[in-house]
Structure formats: C-alpha cells, structure tokens
C-alpha cells in the first residue's frame, strides 16, 4: 500500500449486498481470469505463467515471515515486495475502458484487463463518487498552484 497523500473521496454508504461477496475462483475459458469477489483479472497464457509464479514465490517468503513472527497489519516495519518483470501493456484489452449493462441486470466496468462488477445502486454511487473526486483533484491542484505562485510573488519582495 502507497502513503496517501490525500484522499478525493471516501463514502462508506455504498451497498452491502455485493454482488459476488463470497467468490474467489479461477476460470479457463476465453481466456484465464481470477474473480475475487466483484473483481476479476484476466491473463494471457505467458501473463498466467508469470503471475503463478509470482504467488508460488509470495508464498514460500509468506510462510517463512510468519514462522519470523510476522502478523498481519502490525508488523509495519517489513516492506517485502516480490516481482517479476512482465511487458509493459497486458496482452487483453491494453487501451480499454468500457462499460457494459448486461442481461441480469448488473453493470461490469472494464478497466484495461480489469473487470469491476456492480449493481445499479453500487454503480450510481461509483460514478458520483468519481465526479466528486475529479472536483476535489482539480481544486487541489489549484490550490497547490496558488501555493507556489503566492510563495514566488513574497519570495520576489524579500
């Protein structure tokens, strides 16, 4: 996790009836893609490769951590990040952005090889969520801009 440096927006209001709240499964169809409740990643065969190995190796340095002690959001002093170098653009969907209303009703919101599923409700509140955050952006960085004008023009008559 990053060191937020502010937060656009924050709403704890949203619906608790998630669509896919206990799914965590793999499916091997059009292509490879894990859901993790109403998130799902999609993979190639070589990006499936490399990310099988990213996990197996997480989970040898995971299990070593915890025989060290290691305890889950206490122990913020271990930054441990394991990688493997993968191309620049995901193999599906490298400049999509998409948004689909499907037959049951449920709206899927397509991010690169990122797929977001949610009701209407849960998606109503997304977007407004998402306008509100480009205002909070904008007049942030407004307000950043002011700063250094304002310091430049006192700096000038000292």
Not at 15 to 42: A, G, K, M, W, Y
Not at 88 to 96: A, G, I, S, T
Request: hydrophobic fraction near 35%; include cysteine; charge should be positive.
């Amino acid at each position: 996790m990053g060191i937020i440096d502010k937060k656009l927006f924050v709403n704890n209001n949203s619906s608790s009836q998630r669509l896919c709240s206990t799914r965590l499964c793999i499916d091997i169809c059009e292509n490879i893609h894990i859901h993790h409740r109403d998130l799902r990643v999609e993979f190639s065969i070589p990006e499936w490769n490399n990310f099988a190995e990213l996990i197996k190796l997480s989970d040898i340095e995971l299990k070593h951590q915890i025989s060290n002690g290691y305890v889950e959001n206490e122990s913020h002093d271990l930054r441990k990040q394991l990688k493997i170098d993968i191309q620049n653009k995901p193999d599906y969907f490298p400049d999509r952005i998409q948004i689909e209303l499907q037959e049951n009703g449920t709206i899927n919101l397509h991010y690169f090889d990122i797929r977001l599923e949610f009701n209407e409700k849960d998606f109503i509140n997304f977007c407004k969520s998402i306008k509100k955050s480009r205002r909070v952006l904008f007049f942030t960085k407004i307000k950043k801009i002011m700063q250094i004008i304002i310091r430049s023009i006192f700096a000038r008559r000292i």
